[in-house]
């Protein structure tokens, strides 16, 4: 069962990064198109002043370990206050990267650990943030993503979101 809307390239307001890391399966939604109250996929129900970074892939041979394509560029003053992860089947472990006038690489990962999601779950909200080592950024801070680990079976869908409330 996929839990993702297919969309066509073209309408999907994707952002890709300019180094060609991107593949055009991987949904990043602007934050211009994210309401102040709810969330446009769902994922979690957002408070006034929150905005997230969204993200969907759906790969039918399975998601695979690295870089998620794209990145996100936040225009304003936050702080993370909430991780959600959800899987259609296995499980995945995820680490998010922050740099500040660039876009990060692996060298700027913002975790220790990661966050992961497993079997039996599909959908898991994390507020302990302790393996974020800041969950702070400034206006104009770049998010990347990264999949570090994946649990059997292989997820084909998978979806998150990165809760960021504006100062």
């Not at 959800?86 to 680490?95: A, D, E, H, I, P």
Request: cysteine-free; proline content about 8%.
């Amino acid at each position: 069962m996929s839990f993702l809307t297919p969309k066509p390239f073209r309408e999907a307001k994707i952002t890709l990064d300019p180094l060609g890391w991107g593949d055009g399966e991987f949904l990043l939604i602007p934050f211009a198109s994210i309401p102040a109250k709810g969330n446009p996929i769902g994922l979690l129900p957002l408070n006034a002043g929150d905005r997230g970074l969204n993200f969907a892939r759906s790969l039918q041979g399975g998601i695979v370990l690295g870089k998620v394509p794209g990145y996100w560029t936040i225009p304003y003053d936050g702080i993370i206050t909430a991780v959600v992860l959800n899987t259609n089947q296995g499980g995945y472990r995820m680490k998010f990267w922050k740099a500040s006038g660039r876009i990060p690489t692996a060298a700027d990962s913002i975790n220790k650990n990661g966050y992961a999601i497993g079997p039996p779950d599909t959908h898991k909200q994390f507020f302990d943030l302790s393996d974020f080592i800041t969950i702070y950024n400034s206006a104009g801070d770049t998010f990347a993503a990264e999949i570090v680990d994946i649990t059997e079976p292989t997820p084909t869908d998978i979806a998150g979101n990165v809760v960021i409330m504006q100062l």
